[in-house]
């Protein structure tokens, strides 16, 4: 459990950090590509790729291709909603993008939905729905028209980059070595465009980079690892991290930032841990 409780833990702390870089001004673009060099070593050293089947990978360079480019425009998108929203709504947002890769494997890969999963699937549009939910006072600013297609950004983004790296193992290609592809390639485009776009280059914001690149993988190799301990109990593992994040992010946004929830926003928060718990422990 220890592993577990690691992942939701930097999970969290990646929107804490994204948070209080937008209140700071603080250019998210080039933390974002100054992270994806140390999430590319720390893949190196934790998880030990086989470069050598490299060559391998044939069809999946497509999707890793579009990885590359999704993983930074999602991360650019995270901060947008948390600066928008708050990380309480955006943090269970991308929880629910679960549900998306379910959708695909009944509608695309031909998978067999249950009568659980159409109830577990139908709580997690309510809940998004109630996440989004803003009460209109008055006239409407441009940043509350914009707050729904942020946390959208953010739930199809990473229902998207569910998909695709399913769909690498699928083929496949072994999951350490299509991360380490995929963050190096995601480094290096996020890095030309910023070159292209001229952009001024802060020394804060690239700093910040460094412990967002381990926070990042942080997450992601103690997620793994908890899978592994836990092998015989996925679900716990699934279940754990997303329910775990919602309330952490949570307690934090609220407790710390204090962040404003209406009320139909904390009926979405609860539909979102029941959606989860429907999905993985029924």
């Keep these: 459990m220890m592993y577990l409780i690691i992942a939701v833990l930097c999970s969290v ?8 870089l937008r209140q700071k001004n603080i250019d998210i673009r080039q933390t974002i590509v100054a992270g994806y060099p140390v999430a590319f070593l720390l893949t190196w050293v934790l998880l ?18 579009a990885l590359g480019v999704l ?3 999602v991360f650019i998108i995270l901060g947008r909603a ?6 309480v709504a955006t943090d269970a947002a991308q929880r629910l993008s679960l549900i998306i890769p379910i959708v695909a494997a009944f509608l695309l890969f031909g998978e067999v939905l249950t009568g659980t999963r159409v109830l577990g699937l139908a709580l997690g549009f309510l809940a998004l729905a109630a996440l989004v939910y803003r009460p209109q006072h008055g006239l409407i600013n441009t940043q509350a028209k914009q707050t729904p297609l ?18 690498v193992a699928k083929q496949g290609a072994a999951f ?3 991360l380490f592809v995929t963050f190096g390639l995601a480094g290096l485009l996020l890095f030309v465009y910023l070159l292209i776009t001229r952009v001024r280059w802060q020394g804060n914001a690239l700093s910040a980079g460094l412990l967002l690149g381990a926070l990042n993988m ?4 103690a997620y793994v ?21 919602i309330a952490v992010a949570t307690l934090i946004g609220v407790g710390v930032f204090k962040e404003q929830l209406n009320r139909i926003n904390i009926v979405g928060l609860l539909l979102a841990i029941c959606c989860v718990a429907v999905l993985f422990l029924v």
């Design 82 to 87: 948390i600066e928008s929203v708050g990380m």
């Design 48 to 65: 030990k790729p086989d470069v050598s089947g490299i060559g391998a990978l044939g069809n999946a360079w497509g999707i890793i291709i």
């Design 13 to 20: 702390a990646v929107s804490v950090l994204l948070k209080i």
């Design 225 to 245: 690892r908890a899978h592994q301990v836990l092998s015989e109990s996925p679900s716990i593992v699934f279940t754990g991290m997303n329910v775990g994040v």
């Design 150 to 167: 942020w946390l959208f950004g953010v739930w199809l983004g990473y229902g998207v980059i569910d998909i695709l790296f399913k769909q």
């Design 218 to 221: 942080g997450n992601i190799y």
């Design 71 to 73: 993983l930074p425009a």
């Design 176 to 178: 350490p070595l299509t």
